[in-house]
């Protein structure tokens, strides 16, 4: 074999190679997504109370609710629902130990914490932390602060103000 087809071949072997590690890869990544490792951590049980203790929430939410905001007509005025079942309190956490705030039965707002984050009160609450952050003008960057309070479940009664207090 001459030079010029030992390094054709060297480099087709070098090519297949390539193609090759990224789909084994790809493989294990769906086949750790499909069969889930095996668990050390003993599941909540919830036979005495429906809120899991220790604030052990992350997972245990069935589906979680969002907020969406449009208008009936799409026109103007912009109001606020939830979709989705109604808001469940998981439990405080480290990063959701705020106070809820309930009327006619539901969920409808949160006093934040220090220390709260949008992600830690959307697992709480069973929510899309996104779609609060979105209802309630807090950019996605922009940290909470404690005695801010967030809408949970808009009144779509009420219009939307599509623009932060300052």
Known sequence: MNRAAKITTAVSALAVAGLAVPAFSTIGTVVSSVIPAPSSTPPVSTAETSVPQGGQFAGNCGQNSRIEVSSSDGAAPLSGRLIGPDLVDMGASDTASGTPISAGGRIVSYTVAEGDTLVGIGERFCIDYMTVSLYN??????????????????????????????
């Open 137 to 166: 003008n807090v950019p996605a960057y922009d940290r909470i602060a404690a005695g801010d309070r967030l809408t949970l479940h808009p009144d779509p009664a009420i219009e939307w103000e599509s623009s932060r207090a300052t």
